[in-house]
Nanobody, 126 residues
């Protein structure tokens, strides 16, 4: 079992920056493929970014590419999401997700991830 706890959300103005963190416990962090998803009220949960176990590979949704950066610190068992130049449409609850690492490209579908945090709300005002 893996426990994930997100933090760093809040209310920010459009054009500013924010960094989300996700603290993991319960399994060797470097054995996990990690990702961020988000979900706005009334909408389906959508993929934001993913990172391989050793940080060699990352993948982003088109909507955040060039603005968001996913990273991880395996020594600290922590996943990050740096959000620059945030937009009103970035408003959502942000969730970190984990799955046992495996061969092949990074996964973008909700169903591929076995463990989820409770989420942290990000609200961007205009």
């Amino acid at each position: 079992q893996v426990r994930l706890v997100e933090s760093g959300g809040g209310v920010v103005q459009a054009g500013t920056s924010l960094r989300l963190s996700c603290a993991a416990s319960g399994r060797t962090f470097s054995s996990l493929e990690m990702a961020w998803f988000r979900q706005d009220s009334g909408k389906e949960r959508e993929f934001v970014a993913a990172i391989s176990w050793g940080s060699a590979t990352t993948h982003y949704a088109d909507s955040v590419k060039g603005r968001f950066t996913i990273s991880r610190d395996n020594a600290e068992n922590t996943l990050y999401l740096r959000m620059n130049n945030v937009k009103v449409e970035d408003t959502a609850a942000y969730y970190c997700a984990a799955a046992p690492r495996r061969a092949g490209p990074l996964r973008v579908g909700v169903s591929w991830y076995d463990f989820w945090g409770q989420g942290t709300q990000v609200t961007v005002s205009s």
